[in-house]
């Protein structure tokens, strides 16, 4: 197959968002098919479409990967990210919205708004891109379309403007009225044909509406409307085209992506109403010279020196890795050599391709604004930016949501230990919302993601890919020790065996601290001599690893050498470092020993309809409301310190009580004294297991 080169001026870069279940997968379909680039079309169920070609994808039914689907259109090329709807997969949102300057957010008219319909529009408000709206599935049940209007403009006000009416309902949806250009289009068993429009559709209050829409774009438009003169078809491409470009108008269309219908009309729409790369922004780009620290603005143009963000990597376990960027600026060929100025390395483009799917189509040249993907890059990642070494600059990070859920895991062979972390990094450089980390303390390997489904199918994924099996477990709460009281205690080591015998004999001082550890040397008269001290304080330093209560770390003590004794040819460093061990033991024994747990600070966005839920929910966590506040985009921001032993699954509870709709995050803050009640259970725990 071959794609030839497009200008800047001729694309655009269009991500495909929606609720899971929408049909974006289903709608590609239809469009790769009506545009003769497949002869028949696949379907999701069976696995067989062109967007949905990971193997956990086609098991699962379900997008996790966004796709390019690149498609040319009356000269135009329309590359399509076809995102997954399930928002354990936003990272894939994220990164295609990065390099996208419009938007399709796909509807089920049966189901209207929901959730995943909310947070998909979210993203673009606070991205600022312009949207169509396409209600698919039109045929499927009984759809009230003035009831959906009127949600759709309760959920996202004014600018929603219906650029189409159905023509029937149920099985008898056949096509419908696109009031732009007054005519009916209608699906004849094959493809959408034009049709008079029926005498029983009245046209004339959409149409009305639409022209207000489209005088409010210009002044003299505006003076034209008010004079009651008819547009001509250039000024309502233009009006339409600059108020959908501004944001100020989203059209709604309707369709059936399983039947075609809608198809070419949004085709045309696309091209017609949506940016090129130049019309956003100013059609330019923010990073910086790395040579000097200072902000550097790219103008998106063909005629400037090549630049390009990575946005996505595929990591392929026989074909290597496949990096996806945008040209910001210039032009990339073949067999070139760029720089990468974050890692300070040089980079090959040995070929350039475009994808269908995981069709790989080689391209001569990409231009300003176009997508891309490369292969065999050495040292670039996902958010680094590609450059003319005679013009270095450093795009703007893509700003990837943190992890909301950890979970240890572990290779079900003790063998492959080394193998699974050498899996999760390779799979950790596809996905950039996916962490690992090991806890030392608690002998863990950690992984972090957005959501127990994100977990499992990364384990799936190194099943998959890398053939190392391995299985979650509950995350270890690093739980600490400290003292309340205060305590003087001897620890003597005296050990005779024949020949040299071991003596040691010194007297602690134990107390609280708000120092994390703290030694204090108040030896006098050389009681004990100075060159054995070091070995005191490394004896309490290493007993400290190991509290009395459950073996948790001790943390918040004061240790203050203050007398002792030794013996002319027995006393050595060990000896000593062995009687501040046993000091140690007895002294954290005496002093009143209390268990810590780790507290940490949540932020927490929720619509305000379930507040109450959530509020009565971190009371149940022993958590505390430190404040709320109203977010820009008119949610509840609530703020709250929580025990991290409360929270380990909380991704999944507030999920359940909001309707998927709460998001949060949150960092640790400090050690706080546990409850006797439960610190009592933790420790026979404990405990029990030794």
Not at 607 to 630: A, F, I, Q, S, T
Not at 644 to 664: H, V
Not at 673 to 680: L, Q, R
């Amino acid at each position: 197959m071959y794609m030839k080169v497009f200008t800047t001026e001729n694309i655009r870069n269009i991500s495909l968002l929606g609720h899971r279940g929408s049909g974006k997968t289903t709608l590609v379909e239809s469009i790769l098919y009506v545009k003769d680039y497949i002869k028949r079309k696949g379907d999701v169920e069976n696995g067989t479409t062109v967007s949905d070609f990971d193997k956990e994808e086609i098991r699962r039914i379900f997008s996790i990967n966004t796709s390019l689907i690149p498609v040319e259109h009356n000269d135009v090329k329309l590359n399509f990210l076809d995102t997954p709807g399930y928002f354990d997969f936003v990272g894939e949102v994220v990164s295609a919205l990065r390099v996208s300057a419009s938007a399709v957010l796909v509807l089920d008219a049966t189901a209207g708004v929901e959730v995943g319909t909310e947070k998909a529009w979210k993203l673009l408000e606070e991205r600022k891109l312009p949207r169509i709206i396409f209600v698919n599935k039109m045929d499927k049940g009984y759809v009230n379309y003035p009831k959906l209007l009127n949600e759709l403009k309760e959920k996202f006000g004014k600018k929603i403007a219906p650029f189409c009416i159905p023509i029937g309902e149920k099985d008898e949806f056949k096509g419908f009225v696109n009031v732009v250009d007054m005519v009916g289009r209608v699906f004849d068993g094959k493809e959408c044909v034009d049709t008079p429009i029926p005498a029983d559709i009245d046209v004339s209050e959409v149409r009305n509406l639409l022209f207000e829409a489209i005088a409010e774009t210009d002044e003299a438009l505006m003076d034209k409307y008010f004079a009651g003169e008819e547009f001509t078809k250039e000024e309502i491409v233009k009006g339409l085209h600059k108020g959908v470009v501004n944001g100020d108008i989203v059209p709604v269309m309707v369709g059936s992506a399983q039947q075609n219908i809608g198809i070419h009309t949004l085709l045309n729409y696309l091209e017609l109403y949506m940016p090129c790369p130049t019309e956003l922004f100013s059609g330019q780009r923010i990073g910086e010279d790395p040579t000097t620290q200072q902000e550097k603005i790219v103008k998106i143009s063909s005629e400037n020196p090549f630049s390009a963000i990575v946005f996505k990597t595929l990591v392929d376990p026989f074909i290597g890795k496949i990096s996806f960027f945008k040209v910001n600026s210039g032009t990339i060929k073949k067999e070139t050599e760029v720089f990468n100025p974050k890692k300070n390395k040089k980079e090959r483009i040995a070929q350039i391709l475009t994808m269908q799917g995981n069709k790989q189509i080689e391209l001569d040249e990409l231009c300003a604004g176009d997508i891309g993907a490369t292969t065999k890059l050495q040292f670039t990642q996902t958010g680094d930016t590609l450059c003319d070494k005679n013009f270095p600059v450093v795009f703007n990070k893509i700003k990837f949501p943190k992890p909301n859920i950890y979970s240890g895991v572990l290779p079900a062979d003790k063998n492959d230990d080394e193998k699974l972390s050498t899996a999760i990094q390779r799979v950790m450089e596809e996905d950039p919302t996916f962490v690992m980390s090991r806890n030392y303390e608690t002998k863990q390997l950690l992984i972090g993601g957005q959501g127990e489904k994100h977990l499992y199918i990364i384990l799936c994924k190194i099943k998959n890919k890398f053939g190392v099996h391995a299985e979650l477990e509950d995350v270890v709460v690093s739980y600490r020790e400290t003292i309340l009281g205060k305590a003087e205690v001897q620890g003597k080591h005296k050990k005779q065996s024949g020949g040299a015998g071991q003596f040691g004999d010194v007297f602690i001082r134990f107390e609280h601290s708000d120092k994390e550890f703290e030694f204090v040397d108040e030896i006098k008269g050389g009681v004990v001599p100075k060159n054995y001290i070091p070995a005191v304080e490394k004896g309490l330093i290493e007993a400290k690893e190991k509290g009395v209560l459950a073996g948790y770390p001790v943390i918040n003590f004061k240790a203050t050498l203050y007398d002792g004794s030794y013996h002319p040819v027995d006393s050595n460093d060990l000896s000593f470092k062995l009687a501040a061990i046993l000091a140690f033991k007895a002294g954290m024994e005496k002093a009143k020993p209390i268990l810590l747990e780790p507290v940490v600070r949540m932020e927490i966005r929720i619509p305000e309809e379930y507040m109450g839920d959530v509020m009565g929910d971190l009371n149940k966590r022993r958590g505390r409301v430190l404040g709320m506040d109203h977010t820009e985009t008119g949610e509840q921001l609530l703020l709250a310190e929580v025990p991290e032993a409360e929270i380990l699954k909380y991704s999944i509870d507030l999920r359940a009580l909001t309707q998927g709709r709460g998001e949060f995050e949150y960092e640790f803050v400090r050690y706080e004294e546990v409850p006797e009640n439960i610190s009592k259970k933790i420790i026979e725990e404990r405990n029990k297991d030794k």
